[in-house]
């Protein structure tokens, strides 16, 4: 199963992998060291020592540099602040909508914000009940639109009533306000935009001027 379709970068897939090529590896290595002329075993031994060690400061630096940032989505950065964001400023709007737009948010909002099981169970309960998978989940004061459902930043302002607070992804808006900021609508208000670590956006929170 490591090698099915579409597993070349699936780590999880990869990982099962990982004994069988340790195992070749040190075979390879230590039998090509019984094999080579016993004047050239040092040299061998340098050569292999100094690979590893380029391979481990490889290793490092991309861990550490470049793959934060190349991961950041797979990893769903973002979600974090922006759910924190949205529980600490709770108060101040009668309703807050929390975009699914680009993948499911309740999950990460239940995670973060520590919600009751029991009470989310009876909310969900009653939402699965109205037999309509069209409506917003609604938790208390935070609405749930249904999975793959967005709105363009053009698009916005119908739903933007009176201490209402949208947080729409950056995918879903498509226009990057870090950099275009004179794009915004005058009938929106950007509250707040939430950075992935490269600096592009992830989240925005609009709501009414």
Partial sequence: SSLTKGGGDHATRLILMIPVLMVLTAFGIYYSYLGINRRFKNLFVTLVSAGLLLSFIYYQHNYWIHYPMKSERWWHAGFEETINYAIKVS???????????????????????????????????????????????????????????????????????????????????????????????????????????????????????
């Fill in 91 to 209: 108060a101040d709007y009668d309703k807050i909508i929390i975009s699914s737009a680009n993948e499911p948010a309740l999950i990460f909002f239940l995670g973060w914000s520590m919600y009751s099981p029991d009470l989310f169970q009876k909310e969900y309960q009653k939402f699965l009940s109205m037999g309509e998978s069209k409506l917003n989940l609604r938790l208390n004061k935070f609405e749930f639109p249904p999975v793959g459902q967005g709105f363009s930043l053009y698009g916005l302002s119908p739903i933007l009533l009176n201490r209402v607070l949208y947080i729409a992804t950056a995918k879903e808006i498509v226009i990057n306000l870090n950099k275009e900021p004179e794009r915004l609508p005058k009938d929106v208000k950007l509250v707040k935009t939430f950075n992935l670590t490269s600096g592009e956006p992830a989240f925005y929170a609009f709501t009414k001027p």
